[in-house]
């Protein structure tokens, strides 16, 4: 423990060891050889004895509680800490009562220790999450009349070239120029495969550049860039409390005044109606005080969110407040978008079938000499399945046809690659095919030699994301895509989706996800999963709203309630498995800590007598010991 303390923490165990021998050797003196009961007026020198390391422990306790008083806001821990404890000496004026001063001494030494433990408890929290997110960068190398000079990223202009070396981070977001390399993302999307990048490659700050030299052109400005956008997201996120950790803090702040009230009245009541001595009273109301501080409830609860926070960021989930770890614990309905999300947003060429005695290469060499010039995304993954070098100079005519396709004159043949418009219009009988997609109809000479289908390719861990979400308790899927309504029946039967809402237009996800709410169960709560750029509007609709992969996005980073900063659907479950072990953990603590407490104060009670103020001690100290080390099992993240 040591080892994680600060100056200020080590100063005050420093005190606190101090306080623990004088106390421990007054104990065993007084226990073991009841040397206070041999000297005159040794129940005073036992008080004064005990007064000296309950005044090395809790002097800035008693200093705290009077500056409260002082500023009219007394009610704390400070004050029924302070209350507590000095009642307990103050026993001494009570003749038929037995000493309390060890009592008093103990419950203010190990109230400290309690203290301390959770000082450290929450700034390891906070370091852990510090050392995760280590993101940025301390300076972008600029070449600056032949050498390279070190300069702060934030002066560095956008379009300026900087040079990443091996072992450092990349500062500012920007465009490979030259130089190949494998960045390490891990700190910003918990991946651990490497990221090979070229001339060309988008790349983004607070990656480790880990093999190559690279020169990047810079994109935009540091104060944009996405290192520093998911450093305000991870230090703003305390700001958006949970409805749980609100309501902690309302009741505390209005706890301790019918608390101090309770006890008053227990001590002043009893002997007047109930015929329990002062001196019992009062010892039954001291008890009461002590284990009725409220730290274990105040301390845990933000302190569970905030390590679930920070187990999020770990694996590259980025949180924004505790309130969307609140509420995506309890979804039981999420709804996709498709493109980008359940599959990767791009055309590739899925299958090639050409007629009998057509070679498919052959059908595809042509089908790429025609796309040779569009930029359109069909042309390109046409050309991208395409192992061969196109040679222009074959190229004699090319000529698109609007929502048909393209007719080129090829090594002197005609070819027309395209839908079944331009085969209709061009009369070329055609067939169809069973694969779902974008076909491309490819005609040489008039005559058809067969078809290209083209398709989005679903992700890879897209089925079994579903699989996992169902697994974790999620009651309905539902994907919202403005694709034909086939396409998408087949992305979702092949990844088990289990309501589809096709060909709509972005008011029309709004509408759906209007539906989707009113058809909530009470107590549920409906998750949208977006690439957070053009589905914005209904992120910010939904319940909770999750972007992903979202690197570098700061339409993403706005729109979303949650960013993940890969593009792996499986996350979603992860992210829901760490906000629902949160939510346990939180109420763990809240059932735990106001259970014992409970039993403890009716125990205290003057015709109960029971408790002690060993026992208080426990009920504070010890319970607050126990919250505080089950709420950092929220920093590991569940598998």
Not at 104 to 115: N, P, R
Not at 231 to 244: D, F, G, I, Y
Not at 500 to 506: D, F
Request: aromatic content about 8%; overall charge negative.
């Amino acid at each position: 423990m040591a080892r994680g303390l600060t100056k200020k923490q080590k100063k005050t165990r420093n005190r606190i060891l101090v306080a623990l021998a004088i106390f421990f050797a007054l104990e065993v003196a007084e226990v073991g050889f009841e040397a206070f009961d041999a000297l005159p007026n040794g129940l005073w020198f036992e008080f004064a004895a005990f007064l000296v390391p309950y005044l090395i422990a809790g002097y800035d306790v008693l200093k705290k509680a009077w500056h409260g008083i002082v500023h009219h806001q007394p009610f704390d821990e400070n004050l029924l800490m302070s209350i507590a404890t000095i009642g307990a000496f103050a026993l001494v004026f009570f003749p038929e009562a037995e000493p309390h001063m060890a009592e008093g001494a103990a419950v203010m030494l190990f109230y400290q220790v309690g203290e301390l433990f959770e000082s450290y408890a929450v700034g390891k929290t906070r370091r852990s999450i510090a050392d995760m997110m280590d993101i940025a960068p301390d300076y972008a190398n600029v070449m600056h009349d032949g050498e390279l000079v070190e300069v702060d990223p934030s002066e560095v202009a956008v379009g300026s070239e900087i040079v990443v070396k091996p072992g450092e981070r990349v500062p500012l977001d920007g465009v490979v120029i030259s130089g190949m390399s494998q960045l390490d993302t891990s700190a910003l999307t918990g991946e651990s495969v490497p990221q090979v990048v070229e001339e060309g490659v988008t790349v983004v700050s607070g990656c480790v550049n880990m093999t190559g030299l690279i020169t990047v052109r810079t994109s935009k400005p540091y104060g944009e860039s996405t290192v520093q956008r998911i450093l305000e997201l991870v230090e703003n996120a305390s700001e958006k409390k949970a409805r749980t950790e609100n309501f902690i803090t309302r009741f505390a702040r209005y706890y301790t005044p019918i608390v101090v009230i309770l006890a008053l009245v227990i001590a002043i009541i009893s002997p007047l109606f109930f015929g329990s001595t002062w001196s019992a009273s009062v010892k039954s109301a001291l008890v009461f005080l002590v284990v009725s501080c409220p730290c274990a409830l105040v301390i845990s609860v933000p302190l569970s969110f905030f390590a679930g926070i920070g187990a999020a960021s770990r694996v590259g989930i980025l949180v924004k407040g505790s309130s969307y770890l609140e509420t995506l614990g309890a979804a039981d309905t999420i709804a996709f978008d498709k493109t980008g999300t359940l599959t990767k947003g791009t055309f590739n060429v899925v299958a090639v079938h050409a007629d009998e005695e057509i070679d498919p290469d052959l059908l595809l060499s042509y089908a790429a000499y025609a796309e040779a010039f569009s930029y359109h995304p069909i042309a390109l993954s046409v050309r991208e399945s395409y192992s061969g070098v196109i040679d222009q100079s074959k190229i004699d005519h090319v000529e698109e046809r609007s929502g048909q396709g393209v007719y080129a004159t090829v090594d002197s043949h005609q070819v027309l690659v395209g839908n079944d418009k331009l085969m209709l219009a061009e009369d070329v009988p055609y067939h169809d095919c069973e694969i779902v997609g974008t076909i491309l109809h490819v005609a040489l000479d008039g005559k058809y030699i067969g078809h290209i289908v083209i398709a989005d390719v679903v992700k890879e861990d897209a089925a079994q994301a579903i699989s996992d979400l169902h697994a974790a308790g999620i009651k309905k899927t539902v994907m919202l895509t403005g694709d034909k309504r086939e396409v998408a029946d087949a992305v979702a039967k092949r990844i088990g989706i289990d309501e589809v809402r096709a060909q709509l237009l972005p008011q029309g996800k709004v509408s759906c996800v209007e539906d989707l709410l009113a058809e909530e169960r009470e107590g549920g709560k409906l998750a949208f999963v977006g690439d957070g750029i053009n589905d914005a509007p209904v992120l910010m609709r939904a319940d909770i709203g999750i972007a992903m992969g979202a690197m570098g996005s700061d339409a993403a980073i706005e729109a979303a309630d949650i960013v993940l900063m890969d593009d792996k659907p499986g996350n979603i479950a992860l992210a829901m498995r760490i906000a629902r072990k949160t939510m346990r953990i939180v109420w763990q603590n809240i059932v735990f800590a106001i259970g014992v407490k409970i039993v403890i104060m009716i125990l205290a009670l003057p015709f109960i007598g029971i408790a002690t103020m060993w026992l208080a001690v426990f009920g504070d100290v010890g319970v607050a010991i126990i919250a505080i080390l089950n709420s950092m099992r929220c920093l590991r993240v569940p598998k």
